[in-house]
């Protein structure tokens, strides 16, 4: 899919596989469609933007120079709970087909981030809405819940809350 030249629905198909979280041993890899056969310098950063010379910023952590379209950086250089941007950077160039010369415009983009989270969210309470201790209905079991929270801020990735799912299991047993 990387190569093709019309994705159509496979684009959406690549987004879509775009993580925000991962776990301890995930592998941090960028894809930039048309970007094969050009040299792409690739930055793993911990802001949103192309740095002018990855050395002297501090917010560039490694660059890598590739021509496949794709890079994949090394797990030993992302540290967790941090978020971090895949960046990637190439002049404007031509490159001398068979039949024809392919016109490349410069390429800047950054990706919306990515966190190898390894902390746990904090436990909140959970509450069965009764009277005295009883149900009031035999139907309907009214459930609250309130104080669970993450270390990551989850809404930076559009996300609506910190937690994404909640789940509750209800059951019976014979004593």
Known sequence: MLHSAALGDLYTVLHNNELNFGKAYSVPAGVMTYSKDRQVTW?????????????????????????????????????????????AYSNASEVEREWFTE???????????????????????????????????????IVHWDEFKDNVNAAVFGYPSSIMDYYISCGMYVT
């Open 103 to 141: 016109t490349f415009e410069e390429l800047s983009s950054c990706s919306n981030g990515f966190i190898f989270d390894t902390i746990a969210p904090q436990p909140g309470q959970v509450f069965v809405q009764n009277t005295n201790g009883f149900l009031t209905a035999r139907q309907d079991v």
């Open 43 to 87: 930055y793993l950063m911990t802001s949103p933007r192309v740095p002018s010379n990855c050395d002297i910023d501090t917010d560039c952590r490694l660059s890598i120079l590739t021509t496949d379209g794709f890079v994949v950086f090394d797990t030993l250089d992302v540290q967790r709970n941090l978020r971090y941007f895949i960046c």
